[in-house]
């Protein structure tokens, strides 16, 4: 049973920035890929960012250059640096994990960007 939990969520201003975490938990080995996805209220939810089993990251366009998705594997854990952050980033955050044929949610961090 893997369980994932994140963390670094909260209320900050236009411009700011934040890190989040995500702690994958468990006898795990290596995900395939783990990334962390959005939800605004009343929206779909929709990827923010990967990175594969072999450190590859990928980013929606719309966070380019200004988020960056890394891991530390010691840890099982990965991260979402996220600078220069918009009111339209304003969503609850949620990271995903992948070991084949295995998908697991974390509970999701809200993030609200306002000023």
């Known amino acids: 049973q893997v369980q994932l939990v994140e963390s670094g969520g909260g209320l900050v201003q236009p411009g700011e920035s934040l890190r989040l975490s995500c702690a994958a938990s468990?006898?795990?080995?290596?995900?395939?890929?783990m990334g962390w996805y959005r939800q605004a209220p009343g929206k779909e939810r929709e990827l923010v960012a990967t990175?594969?089993?072999?450190?590859?990251?990928n980013y929606n366009d719309s966070v380019k250059d200004r988020f960056t998705i890394s891991r530390n594997l010691a840890k099982n854990t990965i991260y979402l640096q996220m600078n220069s952050l918009k009111p339209e980033d304003t969503a609850v955050y949620y990271c995903?994990?992948?070991?084949?044929?295995?998908?697991?949610w974390g509970q999701g961090t809200l993030v609200t960007v306002s000023s």
């Open positions: 995903k994990g992948v070991w084949r044929p295995l998908e697991v």
């Open positions: 468990g006898s795990i080995s290596r995900a395939n890929v």
């Open positions: 990175i594969t089993g072999v450190g590859i990251p």
